[in-house]
């Protein structure tokens, strides 16, 4: 599941389940669920018992970053369903009591067994210092999967997702120890680089990340930041 040569780099031609247009419902919904019917991720997610076919995503690229050391303390931004904040769970093992993780999202999440969740925006003025509280102390990673609802308008969209990951740049700057890593989501199209930019003032080492999870098709990209230098707001 982990390699593109295990997925196959599965396409159109492999598809086993036609969906049929139905009344009621629009080509983009039709398309939507043939592809989640022949994704290999989604199956392998619901066969592991996983929240989401994006906790995939957190697992390649910290097998191949290797972030998620137990005892860490991890910010997951942008959590529900919980896909990442399981994964992270496991690896920092925080429910043996060695890391933590502070999760916070716009949607309720069923609970998680070493995860304390708030249930809020990360926009609304006291989420910061909430997750601080709960933190207890510096994080060693902050990841975001955050991602605003898509309007199909490929600037605004883009938009919309750079102003989230740049106030969790922000938040990262201020809670995480000198060497933490950041994770975040961006979607291809430009103004991504002046953000690895300003990122790079901050960590020792910026690039990006497109994990095999990650749809081909999608403009979706992770940015991870890592050896953060420490001191100081972005
Ligand atoms: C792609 S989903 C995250 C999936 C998650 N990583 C997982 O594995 O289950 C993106 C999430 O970002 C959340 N989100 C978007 N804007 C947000 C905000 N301002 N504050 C908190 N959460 C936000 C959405 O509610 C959505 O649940």
């Not at 419902?25 to 939507?32: P, V």
Request: aromatic share 6%; proline share 3%; with cysteine.
């Amino acid at each position: 599941m982990a390699s593109k040569k295990k997925d196959g780099g599965r396409g159109q031609r492999d598809l086993k389940v036609k969906v049929k247009t139905a009344r009621g419902r629009k080509t983009s919904s039709t398309r939507w669920l043939q592809r989640q019917l022949n994704d290999p991720y989604v199956a392998e997610a619901k066969r592991q018992g996983l929240r989401s076919r994006s906790a995939f995503k957190l697992m390649q690229m910290d097998d191949q970053h290797g972030f998620l050391t137990p005892g860490a303390s991890v910010v997951d931004l942008g959590a529900a369903p919980g896909g990442w904040s399981e994964v992270a769970a496991k690896r920092v093992h925080s429910v043996e009591g060695e890391g933590k993780v502070v999760a916070i999202d716009i949607h309720d999440i069923e609970p998680i067994a070493g995860v304390t969740f708030l249930h809020a925006d990360f926009y609304d003025e006291d989420a910061p210092d909430r997750l601080k509280e709960a933190l207890g102390g510096p994080a060693d990673v902050v990841m975001s999967d955050m991602a605003a609802h898509a309007t199909g308008h490929r600037k605004t969209d883009h938009l919309k997702i750079i102003a989230l990951c740049e106030i969790a740049l922000d938040f990262a700057c201020d809670v995480l120890k000198p060497g933490g890593v950041f994770v975040a989501k961006v979607l291809q199209g430009g103004t991504e680089h002046e953000l690895l930019a300003q990122m790079r003032q901050f960590f020792r080492s910026v690039s990006h990340v497109k994990p095999d999870a990650s749809r081909a098709d999608s403009a979706e990209l992770y940015v991870l930041a890592k050896d953060f230098r420490g001191g100081g707001e972005a």
